[in-house]
C-alpha cells in the first residue's frame, strides 16, 4: 500500500506526472499492462481473498445486510470474472490516435481532429470492489491516468486489488501512480479530491443518488453524472399489441433494479381497451404491480390509483404506474415533465409518428419498438461501459473507452502563415 | 425591454420553456428568424445608434481609454457587419439531426447517434456588443435557447440589440424567451445564473481571465474555458530557416494581442547559431522586442535576459522569450511546464519528430510548419467561433455550430427484448 501516507493532491499529482507516459503508448504496450494486470489478480487470488475477508468481518460486525454482504464478497470465480473483464478490455480497439475529419484548407493546410486521452479521471465510487478493476482498466486502455476513491466498507479489497494492478503496470514498464488510490476513509478525502483542479480532470462518480448529488455540489472539477432513471415507453395508437406487450413486459419486469427498467406506462386512449388488459395480465404475470391513472383504473377495475408522486418515482421494483394519454403530444409532454433525459421508448407501427418521437424526446437513449433495457454500453455496442451519462456535456448516454478521450485539432502545414 | 421585471430564475425557466420548440425546428424555419433577425438590426439601425449613445456618454464620463471607447461603439457599418455575420451563420450547415455511426447489432436493432442541440446556454461576456448578436445566432441556428449576459457598460446597446432579435424570433414565430438577456447589472445577477442547474445546459464565459476563474469558482452548471493562450513554436534542428523565420514572425508579429500569437520560441541548439540571428533580425523588423535565455543572449548580445516569469506569461504584446534548448524532448518538456494547452508548433522537415511532436504534445492545436494564428473556427474550417475551449471535456479547441450540439442515441427495432 505504497500510497497510504501520501495527500490526496499528492496522489493527484503523481497521477498527473505519470499520465504522460500512458498517454503517448502504443495500443500493444498499453494491452501488455492489461494483460500484466489481468493475471496479476488471479496469481494473488488467495491474498485478495484474504485482505477481502476482513472488510466482510467488519462488514458483518456493521450488521450490513445479506445483499450488501454479497456485493462485497470476492470469491474465485469473481476474481476470475474481473480478469476475463480485464481480457475483454483488451480487444476492444483503442480509440486514440484516431483521426477525424482530415481535410485540406484552402491554403493547403491539412487539419484534422486526433482522438487523445482526457488525462487523469477520479472515480468515486461505492459498489463492489470490481469496480477497481474495470474502472483502472478502461482508463489504462484510454491513456489515462486514474484516481480511485472506493467506499469505506470495502478498502481493503479495494487496496489490496490497486496494489496488484500498480505492480502489474510497474512490471509493464509504466510508472505505477498512473493506476492510484486514495485510502484515506474520511469524507474529507473526497472533498479534496474535488478541488484538484490543476491535476484531475474528470471526476466520475458512481453510486446513489445522495453521493452524486454532493459530488456535484462539491466538485470544482468537471463531473460527468448519472442521477437516476425514471423511463417511459409510449404505446401508441398504431402499436402491435402482442409486441408491445412483449416488450414493455421486458422493460419492466427482466430486470427491474436498473436505471434502464421501465417505470412509466403511457398508452394512447384508443389503443387502451385492447393493449392494457392485454399487458396487466402479461405483467401480473411477471410479478408486477401496477398504479394507475383514473382512466386507467376504470379499464382495470383492480389496479391501484397512481399517486402524483408515482410519476416521478424510480421504483427499481416490479411496480409500473399506468397512465392513458389521448395523444403522442400529451405522451410526449408527460415525458419532458417527468422523464429523467435517459431512457424513452415508443411501440408505433406509424412510421411519421416513430420518427417524430426520435427526433423530439429529450432522452440520452431514444427507442422504437424495442425494450428500455437496451440503454447500455454493451448493447449499443460501445463494448464496455464506465457508466451512463444523464447530462449533455461531453458524453449522453452509455460511456465506452471513446467517452474517456477527447480531440485535439492537429495541422500539417508547409509554411502557411496568415494574412 | 420586456424581461426587466424578471428574475434570472424567471428569465433562465421561459428559456428552457423556449427551448423545445427551437430544438425541435427545422433548418429552413430556423435560417428565416435568423434572416428576420439581420434584417431586424439593419431595419432599427438608427435606434439602436442611439441606445449605443447612452452607453457611450456614461463611459467617457467614466473615463474610458479611447481603445475601450472605440471597442463599445456601434457604427452604421458595425450594425450591417453585425447583420452580415448573421447572414453568414445562415450559409453554414446545420448540425442538427445529423446521424452518426447508424449499424446495425446482431440482434437486428439499429442503433446511431443523432446530434442534439444541448439545450439552453448562458452566455457571459464583457466585451463589445456584437457578442449579443453574434452569440444568439450561433445558438439560434444549432437550435438552442441562449440566456445572454453582457457588461454593465454596454447595458443598453446589448438591451437593444436584444429587443430587435426577440422581435424578429417572435415574428418568425419562435417564443423571444428563446434569445434572453439579463439586464440586472449587479455581479449578484451572474452569481444567480451560476446555480440555475435545472434550467440552463452550459456556462461560457468570455472576458478576461479574472471573469472566467471568477465564474468557474462559482457555477454549478458546466463551464467551458479558456484562461490564456501561452502557445510556443519550436524550431527543430531540421527546419528550413527561411520558412521558420517566415513562420515565427507570423505567428508573433501578425496580430500580437490575441490568444493564438507565439509569446516563446524554443530553439534546437544545432540551429540556434543560422536561426537565430536571422529570426531576430526579423522580428525587430518588426518591432519584436527579445527577452533570451542565457545561451540565446550569447548569441545575440543585444538581447535582454529573460527572467523565470517571463516563459509563464501571455505578453500579448510585441515581446517574445526566447530558449534554446539540446533536445525536442526537452522542448516537449518546457512546453510541458509552461504552455496553457492552447496552440503549440514544431518547424522541421524531419517527418519522425514532426509525428512525434503532433501525437505527444498536449494542446487544442499542434501545427508543423505552420503559425499558431491557425487556432481560430473560421481558419480551422468550423465556419464559425463561439470561442476557443483550453480544457478538454466536451470541446477542445475552437467551438463551432457542431460543439453547441451533443448526440443522442436513438435505436429503431421491431420487438427486440433483452434476454
Given at each position: 500500500m505504497t500510497t497510504t501516507s501520501r495527500t490526496v493532491a499528492e496522489i493527484c499529482r503523481a497521477a498527473r506526472d505519470a499520465s504522460a507516459l500512458l498517454a503517448s503508448a502504443g495500443t500493444t504496450r498499453k494491452n501488455q499492462a492489461l494483460a500484466a494486470m489481468a493475471k496479476g489478480l488471479v496469481d494473488r487470488t488467495e491474498w485478495l481473498m484474504a485482505e477481502n475477508a476482513k472488510d466482510m468481518a467488519a462488514a458483518r460486525v456493521k450488521g450490513l445486510s445479506p445483499a450488501m454482504l454479497d456485493r462485497l464478497a470476492l470469491t474465485d470465480d469473481r476474481i476470475r470474472q474481473m480478469a476475463a473483464g480485464i481480457q475483454e478490455v483488451i480487444a476492444l480497439p483503442d480509440p486514440v490516435g484516431e483521426i477525424e475529419k482530415m481535410g485540406s484548407r484552402p491554403n493547403g493546410l491539412l487539419v484534422g481532429k486526433m482522438r487523445i486521452p482526457l488525462?487523469?479521471?477520479?472515480?468515486?465510487?461505492?459498489?463492489?470492489?470490481?469496480?477497481?478493476?474495470?474502472?483502472?482498466?478502461?482508463?489504462?486502455?484510454?491513456?489515462?491516468?486514474?484516481?480511485?476513491?472506493?467506499?469505506?466498507?470495502?478498502?481493503?479489497?479495494?487496496?489490496?486489488?490497486?496494489?496488484?494492478?500498480?505492480?502489474?503496470?510497474?512490471?509493464?514498464?509504466?510508472?505505477?501512480?498512473?493506476?492510484?488510490?486514495?485510502?484515506?476513509?474520511?469524507?474529507?478525502?473526497?472533498?479534496?479530491?474535488?478541488?484538484?483542479?490543476?491535476t484531475v480532470d474528470l471526476i466520475i462518480p458512481r453510486g446513489g443518488e445522495g453521493l452524486i448529488r454532493s459530488v456535484v455540489e462539491k466538485s470544482r472539477i468537471p463531473v460527468i453524472k448519472h442521477y437516476k432513471g425514471v423511463c417511459h415507453s409510449y404505446v401508441d395508437e398504431d402499436a402491435d399489441v402482442a409486441q408491445a406487450v412483449a416488450v414493455c413486459v421486458n422493460?419492466?419486469?427482466?430486470?427491474?433494479?436498473?436505471?434502464?427498467?421501465?417505470?412509466?406506462?403511457?398508452?394512447?386512449?384508443?389503443?387502451?381497451?385492447?393493449?392494457?388488459?392485454?399487458?396487466?395480465?402479461?405483467?401480473?404475470?411477471?410479478?408486477?404491480?401496477l398504479r394507475g391513472c383514473p382512466e386507467t383504473v376504470r379499464l382495470l377495475p383492480d389496479t391501484a390509483a397512481a399517486t402524483p408522486e408515482d410519476w416521478d418515482t424510480e421504483y427499481l421494483d416490479l411496480i409500473l404506474s399506468v397512465k392513458i394519454v389521448p395523444s403522442m403530444d400529451e405522451a410526449m409532454a408527460h415525458i419532458r415533465r417527468h422523464g429523467s433525459l435517459h431512457t424513452e421508448a415508443i411501440l408505433t407501427q406509424n412510421?411519421?409518428?416513430?420518427?417524430?418521437?426520435?427526433?423530439?424526446?429529450?432522452?440520452?437513449?431514444?427507442?422504437?419498438?424495442?425494450?428500455?433495457?437496451?440503454?447500455?454500453?454493451?448493447?449499443?455496442?460501445?463494448?464496455?461501459?464506465?457508466?451512463?451519462?444523464?447530462t449533455k456535456l461531453h458524453a449522453f448516454g452509455p460511456m465506452g473507452l471513446s467517452e474517456l478521450t477527447t480531440t485535439k485539432f492537429i495541422a500539417f502545414g508547409d509554411g502557411q502563415i496568415r494574412n
Open positions: 488525462g487523469v479521471i477520479g472515480i468515486i465510487y461505492e459498489s463492489r470492489p470490481n469496480v477497481t478493476a474495470d474502472a483502472a482498466a478502461l482508463c489504462v486502455k484510454s491513456g489515462n491516468a486514474v484516481v480511485l476513491r472506493g467506499g469505506s466498507e470495502a478498502i481493503h479489497s479495494n487496496s489490496a486489488i490497486a496494489h496488484v494492478l500498480r505492480a502489474a503496470l510497474a512490471d509493464a514498464g509504466f510508472d505505477m501512480d498512473a493506476v492510484a488510490i486514495i485510502e484515506n476513509t474520511d469524507r474529507a478525502a473526497i472533498d479534496e479530491l474535488l478541488v484538484q483542479v490543476e422493460a419492466k419486469a427482466q430486470r427491474p433494479g436498473v436505471c434502464n427498467a421501465m417505470e412509466t406506462l403511457l398508452v394512447h386512449e384508443r389503443i387502451a381497451p385492447l393493449f392494457l388488459p392485454a399487458v396487466a395480465e402479461a405483467m401480473r404475470a411477471a410479478g408486477v404491480e412510421h411519421a409518428r416513430a420518427m417524430r418521437f426520435i427526433r423530439e424526446v429529450d432522452a440520452s437513449l431514444v427507442l422504437v419498438n424495442a425494450s428500455t433495457r437496451f440503454n447500455d454500453g454493451f448493447q449499443l455496442g460501445l463494448g464496455a461501459e464506465i457508466g451512463i451519462s444523464t
